[in-house]
């Protein structure tokens, strides 16, 4: 197990309860259910985890994120409930939580703001010794090196051959996937995660901004990243992984 990717799913409804959290689980997440407020300090308190999603009604969830938060200060918590209105959401940050969506939001999303979470983890981790070596100049994470490109944290992170780290996106991390995947490395764009082929050239043009973001967080680090254009076609990655 992955413990930055490790989080409990909170909610009193035993369906919604098994929905995230099986949804959670296939995007590469590792989740632990809890249904009530008690035994979701009890499950923390044996088992700290950096992430948390609690979705419950709206007086009841402000009152287990404070508690939770009154425990931990850093862990990262997405809470889910009835925000309907600025002054519910503003409560619910006064309360803890980090991140406030209603309901019906789409498990993608909430997959996208844990991922934002899980970013600022190890550099709560490094703080120490920065504030030790001030002078130091900060480094992008670095793996060992394998002479190839590799996927770690369920593919939440694509590895250089050179060991540098590349945190990715819920649209980058399905992109690189189907691309890689894929017999020959290669890939339509009208053929890309999410798009629907009746949808026409606007969904295409979101696939291209995917690419041109990695592009560009890969050149922030000063690494190459093997993904080429097949002009009029779509792309290819010309790496080994």
Same mark, same amino acid.
């Given at each position: 197990?992955?413990?930055?990717?490790?989080?409990?799913?909170?909610?009193?409804?035993?369906?919604?309860?098994?929905?995230?959290?099986?949804?959670?689980?296939?995007?590469?997440?590792?989740?632990?259910?809890?249904?009530?407020?008690?035994?979701?300090?009890?499950?923390?308190?044996?088992?700290?985890?950096?992430?948390?999603?609690?979705?419950?009604?709206?007086?009841?969830?402000?009152?287990?994120?404070?508690?939770?938060?009154?425990?931990?200060? @850093?862990?990262?918590?997405?809470?889910?409930?009835?925000?309907?209105?600025?002054?519910?959401?503003?409560?619910?940050?006064?309360?803890?939580?980090? +991140?406030?969506?209603?309901?019906?939001?789409? @498990? +993608?999303?909430?997959?996208?703001?844990?991922?934002?979470?899980?970013?600022?983890?190890?550099?709560?981790?490094?703080?120490?010794?920065?504030?030790?070596?001030?002078?130091?100049?900060?480094?992008?994470?670095?793996?060992?090196?394998?002479?190839?490109?590799?996927?770690?944290?369920?593919?939440? @992170?694509?590895?250089?051959?050179?060991?540098?780290?590349?945190?990715?996106?819920?649209?980058?991390?399905?992109?690189?996937?189907?691309?890689?995947?894929?017999?020959?490395?290669?890939?339509?764009?009208?053929?890309?995660?999410?798009?629907?082929?009746?949808?026409?050239?606007?969904?295409?043009?979101?696939?291209?901004?995917?690419?041109?973001?990695?592009?560009?967080?890969?050149?922030?680090?000063?690494?190459?990243?093997?993904?080429?254009?097949?002009?009029?076609?779509?792309?290819?990655?010309?790496?080994?992984?």
């Amino acid at each position: 197990m992955n413990d930055l990717l490790d989080l409990i799913v909170f909610s009193p409804d035993a369906g919604q309860r098994v929905r995230r959290s099986d949804e959670l689980a296939g995007m590469g997440f590792s989740p632990r259910r809890c249904e009530d407020s008690n035994g979701l300090f009890r499950l923390f308190q044996a088992r700290r985890t950096p992430l948390l999603v609690m979705e419950a009604e709206f007086s009841d969830l402000c009152m287990a994120v404070a508690g939770l938060r009154a425990m931990d200060t @850093t862990a990262g918590i997405v809470a889910v409930s009835t925000f309907d209105s600025p002054d519910n959401r503003i409560l619910g940050l006064h309360c803890g939580a980090d +991140a406030c969506f209603p309901p019906e939001v789409a @498990t +993608a999303e909430i997959a996208a703001a844990l991922q934002a979470l899980v970013r600022r983890v190890p550099a709560a981790g490094r703080r120490a010794a920065a504030e030790a070596e001030p002078r130091a100049a900060p480094l992008p994470p670095v793996a060992e090196p394998t002479g190839k490109w590799q996927f770690l944290d369920a593919a939440w @992170t694509l590895v250089s051959p050179q060991g540098t780290r590349l945190s990715l996106t819920q649209a980058e991390r399905e992109f690189l996937l189907k691309l890689t995947s894929s017999t020959d490395k290669r890939l339509p764009r009208g053929d890309s995660p999410g798009i629907d082929p009746h949808s026409g050239r606007e969904s295409i043009r979101r696939t291209d901004v995917v690419v041109s973001r990695l592009r560009r967080k890969a050149q922030d680090v000063n690494v190459e990243l093997p993904i080429r254009t097949v002009w009029g076609w779509g792309y290819a990655f010309t790496g080994e992984i």
